[in-house]
Each structure stands twice: as C-alpha cells, then as structure tokens.
C-alpha cells in the first residue's frame, strides 16, 4: 500500500490518515452534487509505523455515557491513560437518539443529547492523544441505524471532531506497521497487521458465538468491497466490534498464497482471523444492555498485545506450506470480573508498558517537517 497521501492525524503526528473527515469539506459537498447517492459504505484507513517489539490495543464500544457503570469505566480509563496502549472506537459512545423522537428509549435516558454529547466529548477527550479513530454505531451516526435514518446531524462525528481523532461513519482499517526480528534479535524489516472495526448490524442474536459469527461475515464483506477499491488483497488480523454487548471472541482460519519477490504463487498457509465483538459498559438495569445472554456479560476492556515472530523454518527461494512470519498474540481483561481491581495480567502489563507522553517529544520532533520527509520515514 502506498501512504503517500495520507495526512497526519490532528490528535497525533505519528498517525497518517485516509478519509474524508480530515480533507477538505467544501470540496467534497460540491462533489456529492453530481452523485445520486453519496458514499456512506466508505472504509478509512490509518497508518501508523510501530518501532516497539510488541503493540497494545484496546477496542472500546458501546459507552452509552448515560447509562453506564462508571466505577468500573473510571477504573479501565485510568489503566490505559497511563499505560502505553493504543484506543480505538467501536461506536454507541452515547444512548439517546439524535432524532430524540425515535424509538431508541429517549424516556428512559438521563441526559438530554445535549448534556449526553458533552459528557462524552470529555470522557474521548482523556485519552484522545493516543487514539487511532472511531467509527460511528446506530445510536450515534445517523448512517448506521434505521431509527435515525432521517435525521442528519452525527453525534459521533462530532464527538471525534472535537477531539481531532479520525473518524469514518462505517468502518476503519488500522495498519500497523511492526518491526520484524529473527531469532538472534537481528532487525529484518516492518511488517503490516491489519485491525479493521466497525460497528456492527443487525438484530440482536440469542447466542454469543452468533455475534462473533455475524461479526465476522460483515467485516470480511467490508475488506473485500475494500480491496476492490484499493487493488488489494488484504485479510485481516484481527476485526473488532460492538453493537451485540457479547464480549465474544472467536477465530477464524482463511487460507492465504504465499508468493516470491515476482508475484508467483509459491505455497499457502492458514491466517487467523481473531474476531473481537467486545462488550458495553451499560449499567445491567439499563434499556441499552443486552439481555439475551445477561448472564455472560461484564463490563470490561480487554487488551489485545501483539507482536511478529519470523518463522526460521520459512526458504523464500522454495515452497512454503507456513507463513514467513507469525503473529504471536496476547490477551486479557484489565478488571476482575467481580471487583475494580486489575487483574494479575494488567498488573504485569502495566509495570513494562508505562505511558511517558512521548507524544510531545514527537510533537517537537516533526514540528518543522514537511509531509514529503515524514512519508520518507514512512
């Protein structure tokens, strides 16, 4: 993929981006003018190069501000402020219909949307220096759900606006570019993991593994009308999402080619691809929370670590029935399950993956570069 025309993130000079949040608006309105329909199925994309050995994420989706437990959201929001973890949002940051006559339970909410859209702007705002993006959930982008289907005004769009952290109403396609090492810790090259998020759609299943699954299709859909825009052939590492409330992890396997320097099929092998549907943080008595299955769902952040590992066994110049290099993945919930306290894993992470604020130093850095030399770093 080429990134030589991405822009850098308001929120974060390290991060590039591809969407039409950050270009130029009136350009883009006029051009919508020739068009029967606009482009509302559109993916971005954000570029960010990685010179650590590993890499923390954290998907968070379905806040729903005004009904949420906030012990336990105050608890995971402080971990990842001072822990050295990368955000991204997965929609629902907010509970009442923007139409506020629609049948999202407006009676039922605490706030006005108002007052809930404040809120949420501050509790985004904590963290918004090392978030990727956002996409937007059918409470908060009009685009997503058919209860606002008539109303144009997005919440969520706004919310990230503020925050100058990219955003894209139905997908995001994070690349993140790894460093890869072989087994005697020599640097070989950056290696790209692709995370795509969204939202998620449909009705509520009865099962968990059914929003995994339900998960799984809609996002493999995204990446193939993706790599037909793009000329690409990506498949995911990881695709995370909400919508559902069932923190459901499931992986999946899709056969891969393997092809030498001149594009020729050398050989295949097996990718996962770790399907992350992740939980909501609505309070258990709320009209937000997801019943079907009540019993399986806590409020919590899960972190996801991940790192490359090159494969020794791997003979560029032969047939490879293995990947050159695999993806070695750690995960674990920051909470206890009954408690607000850490569970024994994030005390680990969090004693070897402290959070400095590196991000002013970079600020510094790239004060005076041009586009043109940050994309030779690239």
């Known amino acids: 993929m080429s990134f030589k025309d991405y822009i850098h993130s308001g929120n974060n000079q390290k991060i590039m981006v591809d969407n039409d949040f950050n270009k130029e608006k009136e350009t883009d309105l006029y051009s919508l003018l020739g068009n029967e329909r606009p482009n509302i199925d559109q993916c971005g994309t954000v570029y960010l190069k990685n010179n650590r050995k590993h890499f923390g994420v954290c998907g968070i989706g379905d806040l729903h501000t005004d009904e949420m437990v906030y012990s336990r959201w105050n608890a995971v929001k402080e971990y990842c402020h001072n822990t050295n973890l990368a955000l991204f949002y997965l929609g629902d940051l907010i509970t009442a219909s923007i139409n506020n006559y629609g049948n999202a339970q407006p009676q039922e909410s605490k706030f006005n949307v108002q007052d809930e859209m404040f809120l949420t702007k501050k509790e985004v705002a904590y963290n918004a220096r090392k978030t990727l993006g956002s996409v937007g959930g059918n409470h908060d982008e009009p685009q997503q759900g058919d209860r606002l289907k008539d109303v144009y005004m997005s919440a969520a769009r706004e919310i990230m606006e503020v925050n100058k952290i990219p955003y894209s109403p139905n997908a995001m396609l994070y690349v993140i570019d790894m460093p890869?090492?072989?087994?005697?810790?020599?640097?070989?090259?950056?290696?790209?993991?692709?995370?795509?998020?969204?939202?998620?759609?449909?009705?509520?299943?009865?099962?968990?593994?059914?929003?995994?699954?339900?998960?799984?299709?809609?996002?493999?859909?995204?990446?193939?009308?993706?790599?037909?825009?793009?000329?690409?052939?990506?498949?995911?590492?990881?695709?995370?999402?909400?919508?559902?409330?069932?923190?459901?992890?499931?992986?999946?396997?899709?056969?891969c080619n393997i092809t030498n320097k001149l594009g020729r099929v050398t050989g295949s092998y097996s990718k996962t691809v770790r399907v992350r549907e992740c939980s909501t943080f609505a309070s258990k008595q709320s009209s937000s929370f997801n019943n079907s299955f009540s019993d399986s769902i806590n409020q919590n952040l899960n972190v996801v670590d991940f790192r490359y590992i090159h494969n020794d066994k791997f003979n560029p110049m032969q047939n490879n029935d293995e990947a050159e290099d695999v993806l070695d993945v750690v995960e674990f919930p920051i909470l206890r399950r009954n408690s607000n306290d850490y569970t024994v894993l994030a005390q680990i992470y969090n004693l070897h993956n402290k959070d400095y604020d590196l991000y002013e130093k970079e600020k510094q850095k790239h004060k005076n570069s041009s586009l043109d030399e940050m994309v030779k770093e690239l």
């Open 180 to 255: 890869v090492y072989n087994k005697n810790r020599k640097f070989l090259y950056h290696k790209p993991v692709y995370i795509l998020t969204l939202h998620g759609h449909g009705k509520t299943p009865s099962e968990r593994i059914a929003s995994a699954n339900k998960l799984y299709e809609q996002g493999m859909g995204v990446m193939k009308q993706y790599n037909k825009l793009h000329g690409t052939s990506i498949v995911p590492d990881f695709i995370f999402g909400g919508h559902f409330h069932g923190n459901s992890n499931c992986d999946y396997n899709v056969e």
